[in-house]
């Protein structure tokens, strides 16, 4: 009997199913009880080499504080071209050596669980993790190989989805057919899917025929942090800060780049580089905001970005219930208290809101349906809680269609039920 591992590695959390007996169960993976399910996708390197995913990162960093390095997001890099490495307290590791780290670790919990080595594994993926097509075939390549490193030998690919579409058909019962619109909406990306579903039909080989379209942006819970940072909180950074360049007299803005870095927290690390440092220094000489650029400094220096962002994010998720929250983080001499208003949000972010709904406008458009011949709507992912997300929805089929839930764990129950589409 062979036993096979879901596995969706997220850009913020990681879930585990796994496939035995013809049937799907979640295993817990960072922690035994119910947020167990879910391993934050963190990585916490010490000085002294040691290694570090999940809860025990964030554990070690919280107690180390700077003497260590802390990477999250690290999904977002596969992608990305011209990061192929990075080094660590002297030590080189490939993009798919540090996603091989978690996904070890993965394994490892899992077949604790079952009692057994586990080779086999269905891992999920975005459906576009990058609109260039070659930078999508590194991205799946780095993902494979990661794999690969972590020991699986047969490794498969699903549309994450596909996988929620998949999860949601688990819930029918046997011969109820649907045509359904699935949106997983996560912390790097938005993944789109009109596919028809059958309850009780778990072992038809092909799926293909039933995917009626596909579709997915780079816009997703990371980038609605980043654009609360960027309007509410990288004031506190120097956002508005002027300062007069060596030589001349007129005064100049701290450079856009330096505060856009700043803004996405996973590269904030890449403000590191001696050059930029010493371009701050200089800033912080003539700089009508000297407080500012002494934040600047030490968010760099301090490695805080982490907590700010834990903040913001909080903030952020509080408004999926009310109308108002506060940012509220103190740091030093920081002293962050940013009311933010929910209608506020959804202003800020209405470019980010567009994108999404200019990419489910298309992804019905490809389907050749029309709204009323989609019979439900499946939302899935934590950036789905956000109502305006909903609203879009609820805009386009009507509020009696959405359905809501399982926000975190339906892609990796999918990629179980997937199994048998593969072995
Ligand atoms: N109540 C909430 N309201 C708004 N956003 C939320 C809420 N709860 C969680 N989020 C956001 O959901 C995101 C994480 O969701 P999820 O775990 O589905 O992502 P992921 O699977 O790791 O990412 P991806 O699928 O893009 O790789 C984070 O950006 C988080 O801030
Ligand atoms: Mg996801």
């Known amino acids: 009997m062979q036993i096979v591992f879901g596995i969706d590695f997220g850009t913020t959390n990681s879930a585990l199913s796994v496939f035995r007996n013809g049937t799907v169960e979640m295993l817990t993976v960072d922690g035994s009880d119910r947020a167990g399910e879910l391993m934050r996708s963190v990585l916490f390197f010490n000085e002294d080499n040691e290694i570090f995913a999940g809860q025990e990162a964030i554990r070690q960093y919280v107690s180390d504080g700077a003497d260590g390095r802390f990477m999250q997001s690290i999904k977002t890099f596969l992608p ?32 604790e669980h079952v009692g057994c080595p586990v080779d086999s594994v269905v891992l999920g993926r975005p459906v576009v993790f990058s609109t260039d097509p070659d930078k999508d075939a590194v991205a799946e390549q780095r993902l494979e190989k990661a794999a690969r490193k972590a ?31 699935i949106g997983d909406f996560g912390g790097g990306t938005s993944d789109f899917s009109v596919i028809r579903v059958k309850g009780g039909d778990f072992s038809r080989s092909n799926r293909r025929s039933d995917v009626l379209s596909l579709g997915g942006v780079y816009v997703a819970g990371d980038k609605f942090d980043s654009q609360v940072m960027w309007d509410k909180v990288a004031c506190h950074f120097g956002r508005h800060a002027r300062y007069k360049a060596m030589g001349k007299d007129e005064w100049v803005n701290v450079p856009r780049s330096i505060i856009y870095t700043l803004c996405q927290w996973h590269r904030i690390p890449m403000l590191r580089a001696r050059k930029t440092r010493e371009h701050i220094r200089l800033i912080k000489e003539t700089t009508d905001s000297r407080q500012a650029i002494e934040n600047l400094e030490n968010i760099i220096s301090d490695n805080y970005g982490f907590f700010l962002f834990q903040a913001i994010e909080k903030a952020k998720c509080e408004l999926s219930e009310r109308d108002h929250s506060l940012i509220s983080f103190v740091e030093r001499d920081l002293r962050v208290s940013e009311r933010i208003g929910k209608v506020e949000f959804e202003t800020l972010n209405a470019d980010n809101f567009q994108q999404i709904a200019d990419c489910i406008d298309d992804v019905i458009t490809r389907s050749g349906l029309l709204p009323t011949q989609i019979d439900t709507v499946f939302l899935t992912g934590g950036t789905s809680r956000i109502p305006h997300i909903r609203m879009l929805f609820a805009e386009r089929f009507g509020q009696d269609k959405l359905e809501n839930r399982d926000a975190f764990t339906s892609v990796a129950h999918g990629l179980g039920s997937s199994v048998p589409l593969f072995v």
Not at 90 to 99: A, E, F, N, S, T
């Open 80 to 111: 990305n071209t011209s990061f192929d490495s990075t080094e660590i307290f002297g030590k080189r590791y490939g993009i798919d050596d540090l996603v091989a780290i978690i996904l070890r670790k993965i394994k490892a919990r899992g077949e």
């Open 151 to 181: 020991g699986f030998k047969n490794i498969w690919f699903q549309y994450e989805p596909v996988a929620a579409a998949m999860a949601y058909e688990d819930s029918l019962e046997a011969g109820q057919e649907r045509i359904v619109f």
